[in-house]
C-alpha cells in the first residue's frame, strides 16, 4: 500500500542532544512538509521541499534542518538550538499533479526532550 | 497574510445531536477550502474539500459549503457518533502559494454514548 511512514512512533532525548525524525514516502509525491503541532494550536509549517534537492524554510523553522537527496525521504533534523523541542511532528506530501494539491499525512512522531 | 479561525472548542456532544464547526478565512484571491481529521494519537486525514464559491464538500455524513459572500467554510453533520470523536482541522490554500496549507487551531470534538 502507497503511503506515508515516520518513524519513531515516539521518541525521547536529553535535552541538548540533536536529534533525526524519518519521514519516507512511497506515492512518488514532489512536495514534501514537515509540520509541528502543540496542544491546543494548529499545525506550524516548519520545512517544506518541492523537488529533490530543494527546500524551503516554512512559519517556524530556526532550530531545525532537513535534506531532500532522495524524492522518497525528507529526515527532519530538531538540534540543539531549539528552545522547546517537545511537540508532536508530522510529515506530509502531494503531487503537484493533483488539482486539488492534496496533502497526505503521516502518523506522526511524538518527542519528548528531557 | 492568510488566516483560518475556527470555533474554540472543546466541543462536547452527546450520540446523535447535530454538529456545527465554525470556520472563516482570510485570503486573497479564490483558496481551495479543507477540512481534515485527527484521530487521537495519529496523523490528519483529508475529511472534504472545496475549489470555489458555492461549492459544497461532503464525506462521511459531513458536510460543508464554500461561502465566499462570508468567507466561511462550516462544517456540520446530521447525527454524530462517538467515533466521530476527534480534531477538526480548517484548512485553506491560495491558489499562489501552491500546495502550502494554512491551518485553523483545530476543534476537539468529544462525542459522548
Known amino acids: 500500500d502507497g503511503g506515508i511512514t515516520q518513524s519513531p512512533k515516539y521518541l525521547f532525548r536529553k535535552e541538548g542532544q540533536n536529534v533525526t525524525l524519518s519521514c519516507e514516502q512511497n506515492l512518488n509525491h514532489d512536495a514534501m512538509y514537515w509540520y509541528r503541532q502543540d496542544p491546543g494550536q494548529g499545525l506550524r509549517l516548519i520545512y517544506y521541499?518541492?523537488?529533490?534537492?530543494?527546500?524551503q524554510k516554512g512559519d517556524i523553522a530556526e532550530g531545525y534542518s532537513v535534506s531532500r537527496e532522495k524524492k522518497e525521504s525528507f529526515p527532519l533534523t530538531v538540534t540543539s538550538a531549539q528552545k522547546n523541542p517537545t511537540a508532536f511532528y508530522l510529515c506530509?506530501?502531494?503531487?503537484?499533479?493533483?488539482?486539488?494539491?492534496?496533502?497526505?499525512f503521516g502518523p506522526g512522531t511524538r518527542l519528548t526532550v528531557l | 497574510g492568510d488566516s483560518v479561525t475556527q470555533m474554540e472548542g472543546p466541543v462536547t456532544l452527546s450520540e446523535e445531536a447535530f454538529l456545527t464547526i465554525n470556520c472563516t478565512y482570510t485570503a486573497t484571491g479564490y483558496p481551495s477550502l479543507f477540512w481534515y481529521v485527527q484521530y487521537p494519537g495519529e496523523g490528519l486525514q483529508l475529511l472534504l474539500k472545496?475549489?470555489?464559491?458555492?461549492d459544497k464538500g461532503s464525506n462521511k455524513g459531513f458536510e460543508a459549503t464554500y461561502r465566499k459572500e462570508t468567507t466561511s467554510f462550516h462544517l456540520e453533520k446530521g447525527s454524530v457518533q462517538v467515533s466521530d470523536s476527534a480534531v477538526y482541522f480548517c484548512?485553506?490554500?491560495?491558489?499562489?502559494?501552491?500546495?502550502?496549507?494554512?491551518f485553523g487551531e483545530g476543534t476537539q470534538l468529544t462525542v459522548n454514548p
Open positions: 472545496a475549489t470555489k464559491a458555492d
Open positions: 484548512a485553506l490554500r491560495r491558489e499562489t502559494s501552491g500546495s502550502r496549507l494554512t
Open positions: 521541499s518541492q523537488i529533490v534537492n530543494d527546500f
Open positions: 506530509a506530501s502531494t503531487s503537484d499533479r493533483s488539482s486539488y494539491n492534496e496533502q497526505f
